[in-house]
């Protein structure tokens, strides 16, 4: 099955299953992920989500919308690779993906 690997602040990897129709991070809170909060609910408006993609897997997994954009430029700790998760389709085409979460969410 294919499965995306959350990376924790301290190193702690959390492997959950890729299912499509779901974000990043219902995928992440659906499987307890720690570290991803998604306060909002999925509405890019929190920025609770927040994580940082492998550079090797920017290119795949696309950038950032307006919106989201709008919330991660108020994140002091943001990387050039920082997404929101909930703004981020599950898919099964991102099987091996990896993505670090950061120590604080805003
Ligand atoms: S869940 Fe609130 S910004 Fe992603």
């Given at each position: 099955?294919?499965?995306?690997?959350?990376?924790?602040?301290?190193?702690?990897?959390?492997?959950?299953?890729?299912?499509?129709?779901?974000?990043?991070?219902?995928?992440?809170?659906?499987?307890?992920?720690?570290g991803?909060?998604?306060?909002?609910?999925?509405?890019?408006?929190?920025?609770?989500?927040?994580?940082?993609?492998?550079?090797?897997?920017?290119?795949?997994?696309?950038?950032?919308?307006?919106?989201?954009?709008?919330?991660l430029?108020?994140?002091?700790?943001?990387?050039?690779?920082?997404?929101?998760?909930?703004?981020?389709?599950?898919?099964?085409?991102?099987?091996?993906?990896?993505?670090?979460?950061?120590?604080?969410?805003?």
């Amino acid at each position: 099955m294919a499965s995306v690997t959350f990376v924790s602040h301290d190193g702690a990897k959390h492997e959950v299953p890729l299912e499509g129709d779901q974000s990043l991070m219902q995928l992440a809170v659906d499987n307890a992920v720690p570290g991803i909060d998604g306060d909002c609910g999925g509405e890019a408006a929190c920025g609770t989500c927040h994580i940082i993609v492998d550079s090797s897997w920017s290119g795949v997994v696309g950038t950032s919308r307006e919106v989201e954009e709008e919330m991660l430029s108020m994140n002091p700790e943001r990387h050039p690779t920082s997404r929101l998760a909930c703004q981020m389709p599950a898919s099964e085409e991102w099987d091996g993906l990896v993505v670090r979460i950061p120590e604080f969410q805003m």
